[in-house]
């Protein structure tokens, strides 16, 4: 048996925190079972007078570790469903095709009809990075009648080859994969110290602590959690993440990123209101491109930038953040957090 690590550790912490949150954890099965989409959602029996909000979170660990300081406060406001996208977490799908932004939106808006169901009121989608992408497609495939409101975080909807290419030479790396999928310690504190604008803290994180979240399984995972506790007995559902668990897919996935091909993806404005979150030292999607993709979408779209804040403003700010969501969300002034 390995040795016990960090990640299932902190895992298990996040899971509690959804938990905490009145989240409950759901796998739905959809397209006749050939695809499975894992998420945690509101309760059965919520108050339907709450709005519902989709979280979707970017490229790397599954949902509970992305959005672990936004379900708290946010479960207070909204009815939340919070799926991992596929070939995250324990999301997959046998369709050999559905690798583009654009096959996660329809698993999400499948996701939601079979949560929410087709005759509840509107849903508000919010994502981060690759979610971001995911989210301007939802509102997109869905339109105005469904989907009320867009925030698009951290997300360069404009990206092209030549911002891989600048990504690559922030990176130190020859290919996406190798900045987004990190396998090693070193590559793990690169990704990070691009991820963060205070990386400083990850400067002394051990090297076997690093490597722990870049090369855990999913079967290493599902060995170590055999706690027993309440979640495990009630879910019966293995802890599937970070970097190595459907790597193959994962590639493919980034790959498959139909942004900056215009044969494939034309970016046009959107006719619901969107808020356009980013942090101001973003070294992932740099600053200059929240300008840009918010003048893109429109008249409806305006942009609020986090300071002191790179790619993950809601790890980094997370005060901030949840209340700029609530500002835009919310029809009335929300009280503070």
């Given at each position: 048996m390995p040795s016990l690590g960090i990640a299932p550790l902190l895992d298990a912490y996040f899971r509690r925190r959804f938990a905490a949150a009145?989240?409950?954890?759901?796998?739905?099965?959809?397209d006749g079972g050939a695809t499975t989409v894992q998420c945690w959602r509101f309760p059965p029996g919520a108050s339907e007078e709450l709005p519902v909000l989709v979280l979707?979170?970017?490229?790397?660990p599954p949902a509970t570790w992305q959005?672990?300081?936004?379900v708290g406060p946010l479960s207070r406001r909204f009815r939340l469903v919070v799926p991992d996208l596929l070939f995250f977490g324990g999301s997959g799908t046998a369709a050999a095709d559905a690798r583009s932004e654009a096959h996660q939106a329809e698993a999400v808006a499948k996701l939601v009809a079979a949560v929410v169901g087709a005759a509840a009121a509107r849903v508000s989608v919010a994502g981060?990075?690759?979610?971001?992408?995911?989210?301007?497609?939802?509102?997109?495939?869905?339109?105005?009648a469904a989907v009320a409101r867009v925030v698009i975080a951290s997300s360069d909807l404009l990206k092209a080859d030549a911002d891989d290419r600048a990504l690559l030479r922030r990176g130190g790396a020859e290919r996406v994969e190798d900045v987004m999928l990190p396998r090693t310690p070193e590559r793990m504190r690169r990704l990070l110290g691009l991820a963060y604008h205070r990386p400083r803290r990850f400067s002394f994180t051990p090297a076997f602590v690093l490597r722990d979240l870049a090369q855990l399984t999913s079967t290493e995972a599902l060995t170590l959690c055999?706690?027993?506790?309440?979640?495990?007995?009630a879910n019966n559902?293995?802890?599937?993440?970070?970097?190595?668990?459907?790597?193959?897919e994962k590639k493919e996935l980034i790959k498959g990123i139909t942004l900056g091909d215009k044969e494939k993806f034309q970016?046009?404005?959107l006719p619901q209101e969107v808020l356009v979150l980013w942090g101001e030292h973003d070294q992932i999607f740099?600053?200059?491109?929240?300008?840009e993709v918010a003048r893109q979408l429109g008249a409806n779209a305006r942009l609020e930038i986090i300071k002191n804040t790179g790619h993950m403003p809601q790890e980094e700010d997370p005060k901030r953040f949840n209340e700029a969501l609530l500002n835009f969300l919310l029809p009335a002034p929300n009280s503070s957090l």
């Open positions: 009145g989240l409950v954890q759901a796998s739905v099965p959809l979707l979170h970017g490229f790397g959005w672990r300081r936004q981060t990075s690759y979610g971001g992408f995911v989210a301007y497609h939802v509102a997109r495939l869905l339109g105005p055999e706690c027993n506790c309440h979640l495990c007995q559902l293995p802890i599937k993440y970070l970097y190595t668990d459907k790597i193959e970016l046009t404005p740099p600053i200059e491109k929240a300008f």
